[in-house]
């Protein structure tokens, strides 16, 4: 099993712009580590205090078919200077055999640069 991490940032805090956003990252990590919803043994979102609207698993389940992926959502630590409206998620998935391509998209970029895709431009944040 591999753990595979990703990140992103929404605009405001509505259903709209969180569900728009986690069918982006779901979707890209899906399409860059080669994985199908049946390979993902479990995922774990995590939320910014500042965001309520929805949870975000249920935009995965709604936007990108991951009906039976177990899944569960969380709070981040309310960690001072932090980013805000941050959504993160980690992926437990069948091993594959390749490198494993961790996703930061829009703003959350700037949390692990060092793990950002090269591919994507940084001013699209992977629009």
């Known amino acids: 099993m591999r753990g595979i991490r990703g990140a992103t940032q929404i605009e405001e805090n509505t259903v709209?712009?969180?569900e728009e956003a986690?069918?982006?990252l779901c979707a890209a990590l899906c399409e860059r580590n080669g994985i199908r919803p049946?390979?993902?043994g479990?995922?774990?979102?995590?939320v910014t205090h500042d965001l309520d609207?929805?949870?975000p698993a249920r935009a995965a389940r709604v936007r990108?078919?991951?009906?039976?992926?177990?899944?569960?959502?969380?709070?981040e630590i309310p960690v001072p200077g932090s980013l805000a409206r941050i959504i993160r998620v980690l992926l437990h998935v069948e091993s594959i055999d390749r490198p494993v391509r961790h996703v930061y998209l829009r703003g959350?970029?700037?949390l692990r640069p060092d793990l950002a895709d090269p591919e994507v431009?940084?001013?699209t944040g992977g629009r």
């Not at 990108?64 to 709070?75: A, D, E, L, T």
Request: overall charge negative; hydrophobic content about 50%; aromatic content about 12%.
């Open 121 to 123: 431009p940084p001013e």
């Open 22 to 24: 986690v069918a982006e």
């Open 64 to 75: 990108n078919g991951w009906h039976q992926v177990p899944m569960i959502c969380s709070r």
């Open 53 to 55: 609207a929805d949870f």
């Open 108 to 110: 959350a970029r700037a």
């Open 38 to 40: 049946e390979d993902i």
């Open 42 to 46: 479990w995922a774990i979102f995590t």
């Open 16 to 18: 709209p712009a969180m």
